[in-house]
């Protein structure tokens, strides 16, 4: 059989995929008529940074991998709106534009350009219409406007708070942008704490909300541990020790039942009550102490180094059980964005407790006697597996009997309650830099702050030459004088604009809600189109944005909810992660030279074969290693694939062939379940396998009909190609436009099966037999086997017990 296509036919993928870029442009193929849509899709990957790089392969796999999922809905039948944007505002952009000495406000458009050059060429189904970028006055506008909207229902609020500074970013830096002691963009740099002015949003008000809601969320279990982690709910007790002066020093601790092994307390350097809980001879100590304190960053705070620093405040605090005084020290392991700020310090019963008590010589109680199942004895016992002793009227009883009791009993006094504390705290959005949206805020000395009229939005953000930040706390828009000065809407008063811009968290927090409603610049977000395509039914991201990018979404997303501006709190129904690219089993980096460049391997390959090469790799959410010598062996399955259709185009075979037929179907179903699971790469395997058989099994040509199915199952993956086959085998229309082939189990069934062959019980063979197969034949096929003979030879069978499609088990008589 010859499996040649003609020579003018030779697959050329830079020819094929060139043809359907354009045409799929000229037909609008990708184009969603969204406000008629009979089966809503909405199909979203988390939108890029645009780089001066340009798309690197990592972001080439989660892109494909979205789009083939999107790919496939659509042949399923869905209508199918797959957006995408650039998230183009932020430190990385501002921070390239000062390397390079070029504004950001020029930069960033030359690099979303040759982003969407490079996206078009891969082949995504994207709806370019409603195309946004963070950066547009169009899309800020309402980025203002949500805040705004936030503000007025009190979850918008300025305070001071301790915050991480890079002094070369000149900036706050969140918790996640500290690594070990130093900024992430400058591994160098010490990262230290400044007490600043800031704007945040109150996310803590929905704490137990975001917690409640992860249980139905439809994500992997990963990322709804590592959500339900970082809000960190805990239950315990607030306990109240008293200052020497009377002052009431709130604790916080999730054992109340060890409260009377509190033998010191601690405050947090920043804690309101240091200065009254100071005695004057230690007065010099703890200011010098303070001072040290503030030079260190939060995130190496929280973590703890190995040895603890403290210093004696001078003064007692009276225990709230003992009534005993307990010294009263100020370390800075404690801190003031964690419960009160405040924590009573158990050292028989607590780690990092009896390290501090054995370095200062502080006194140790113990108040827990562990039960004998508890294998570490030895001090300090971390357990709940006890009973109290030296605790009063409570010794003997079990320790978790014991919180509800102590506390009820320390709130009968006036000195304690229950209480749910949450490691989440507020949403510091504000940023000392100039790139970004400016906080719709203005000043008014008689009035306060005063949210920007709605019909005064978007506060643009003006185009200045020194835009680079300095030392002084303050945004770049701050030394623009002609910029800040504006009357206030309020009263008229001269007032001052806010100068901080808002953090890029809050660009993408949205940013999905606004696809469907680009078209319209009078609202955010249309109710109709909102309410037909949203939430989300498919969102595909990295793990990296797993914890923030993902909480904060939910976080405004109820808010909207609440305030009655949108009609649903949950913004996805669905979120998948996406795993991470390697090459040759190493982390690509410009130091080691190994990063994959796609645009050299598109043009050598082509993008279909690079898209489904990349999906080969290993489990879509898992990832896989880039080696290079392994792409040709996708370019070798998709030239037979080429050949096959070529010869079916003249072939007059029909699927009469049994085998086929049945290996069809199960490829229909394996294909089907495994996109579904996002298993792409073993998805690919399955059509190998089929077009080796294809290939192998027919009488002459195989005909269309066999080679169909296989070109619409590998649509998703090769869409150029699949639509070039599409095309040549009769049809006129996108293949997109085709419905997923239909899945018949009786014809994937297989005709023979395997049984088991037991005797009296035990396994002693396994025969094959036609899947009809009755009791009499079975026994004889069994019978037949030398397996089964040498138990059976001279015995008498007394009883055959025949399951069908499953096993024959002989008894035989004793």
């Not at 705070?301 to 100020?330: C, D, H, L, M, S």
């Not at 008063?493 to 009078?522: G, Q």
């Not at 279909?608 to 399955?637: K, N, S």
Request: overall charge negative; charged content about 25%; glycine content about 6%.
């Amino acid at each position: 059989m010859n499996r040649t296509p003609d020579a003018r036919q030779a697959y050329d993928p830079q020819v094929v995929e060139k043809k359907w870029r354009e045409r799929w442009e000229e037909r609008r193929t990708n184009a969603v008529d969204l406000a008629n849509a009979a089966n809503p899709y909405f199909n979203l990957m988390m939108f890029p940074y645009p780089s001066a790089e340009g798309l690197h392969v990592g972001n080439v796999f989660a892109f494909v991998g979205s789009d083939i999922h999107g790919r496939t809905r659509r042949l399923q039948g869905y209508d199918v709106f797959e957006p995408l944007g650039f998230d183009a505002f932020g430190i990385h952009s501002e921070n390239y534009a000062l390397k390079v000495n070029t504004h950001p406000a020029k930069l960033i458009p030359k690099n979303i350009e040759r982003f969407r050059r490079q996206l078009k060429r891969i082949g995504l189904m994207v709806d370019w219409d409603h195309e946004i970028s963070t950066t547009d006055p169009a899309y800020y506008k309402w980025t203002q406007w949500i805040f705004v909207q936030l503000f007025k229902a009190g979850l918008a609020e300025r305070k001071k708070a301790p915050v991480n500074w890079c002094p070369e970013c000149k900036t706050v830096l969140a918790n996640e942008q500290v690594i070990d002691g130093c900024c992430e963009r400058h591994p160098e740099t010490k990262v230290h704490q400044r007490f600043l002015e800031q704007w945040f949003f109150a996310i803590t008000k929905y704490a137990q909300r975001l917690l409640d809601n992860l249980e139905i969320e439809d994500w992997s279990e990963s990322t709804r541990r590592m959500q339900a982690n970082w809000i960190g709910r805990s239950e315990g007790a607030e306990l109240i020790f008293k200052g020497p002066g009377g002052e009431a020093i709130p604790v916080y601790t999730t054992r109340p039942d060890t409260i009377f092994g509190a033998t010191w307390i601690v405050l947090a350097p920043e804690h309101p009550l240091v200065d009254a809980c100071t005695g004057p001879e230690q007065r010099s100590t703890v200011d010098d102490y303070r001072r040290q304190a503030a030079e260190k960053d939060l995130v190496s705070r929280k973590v703890g180094e190995k040895v603890k620093t403290g210093v004696f405040a001078g003064t007692y605090a009276e225990n709230p059980a003992t009534g005993e005084r307990v010294p009263i020290w100020i370390a800075d392991y404690v801190l003031m964005e964690y419960g009160t700020g405040a924590i009573m310090a158990v050292p028989a019963h607590d780690e990092r407790d009896f390290e501090f008590a054995t370095q200062f010589d502080l006194p140790i109680v113990p108040v827990v006697q562990p039960d004998v199942s508890v294998k570490n004895r030895e001090l300090p016992v971390v357990t709940w597996d006890g009973t109290l002793i030296n605790s009063g009227q409570f010794d003997g009883m079990g320790c978790r009997e014991a919180v509800k009791a102590i506390t009820s009993w320390l709130a009968d006094k006036g000195r304690g309650r229950a209480q749910v504390q949450y490691r989440l705290h507020d949403w510091c959005i504000s940023r000392q830099r100039y790139w970004g949206p400016p906080i719709p805020i203005i000043h008014c000395d008689a009035c306060g702050p005063v949210a920007v009229p709605d019909e005064d939005l978007p506060v643009l953000l003006p185009e200045i030459d020194d835009f680079r930040p300095d030392e002084s706390d303050v945004s770049p828009l701050a030394r623009h004088e002609e910029w800040f000065r504006v009357p206030c809407p309020q009263c008229g008063a001269k007032a001052r604009r806010e100068t901080d811009v808002s953090d890029t968290f809050l660009d993408s927090a949205w940013y999905f809600m606004r696809y469907p409603s680009t078209d319209f610049t009078d609202r955010a977000f249309d109710p109709e189109l909102t309410e037909r395509w949203l939430p989300v039914s498919q969102y595909i991201g990295g793990n990296e944005h797993a914890v923030l990018h993902l909480l904060y979404s939910r976080f405004v997303t109820m808010a909207l909810y609440d305030l009655g501006l949108i009609g649903f709190e949950r913004p996805y129904r669905r979120f998948r992660a996406h795993g991470t690219i390697v090459r040759d089993g190493n982390k690509m980096s410009k130091s080691r030279g190994n990063v994959v460049i796609p645009d050299e391997y598109i043009e050598r390959w082509g993008a279909d074969t690079f898209r489904m090469y990349l999906m080969f790799l290993g489990p879509y959410q898992e990832g896989g290693d880039f080696r290079a010598e392994g792409i040709a062996g996708i370019r070798r399955f998709l030239d037979k694939l080429w050949s096959a259709v070529c010869a079916a185009e003249s072939s007059t075979e029909t699927l009469g062939d049994a085998a086929i037929q049945r290996k069809l179907h199960q490829t229909i179903k394996k294909v089907t379940d495994d996109i579904e699971g996002l298993r792409y790469n073993t998805a690919i395997a399955a059509l190998m396998e089929y077009l080796n058989v294809l290939r192998a099994g027919a009488a002459g040509d195989p005909g269309v009909d066999a080679v169909e199915p296989l070109v619409l199952m590998l649509a998703p993956f090769a869409p150029h190609l699949a639509e070039q086959c599409w095309e040549l085998i009769g049809h006129q229309d996108s293949v997109f436009n085709a419905a997923w082939p239909e899945f018949d189990e009786a014809s994937a069934r297989e005709d023979v099966i395997e049984l088991v062959v037991q005797v009296n019980g035990r396994v002693r063979g396994r025969i094959t037999a036609a899947r009809d197969v009755t009791k009499d034949e079975a026994l004889a096929l069994a019978l037949a086997d030398e397996a089964v003979q040498r138990h059976v030879t001279g015995k008498e069978v007394k009883q055959v017990i025949f399951v069908p499609g499953r096993l024959t088990n002989i008894v035989l008589r004793d």
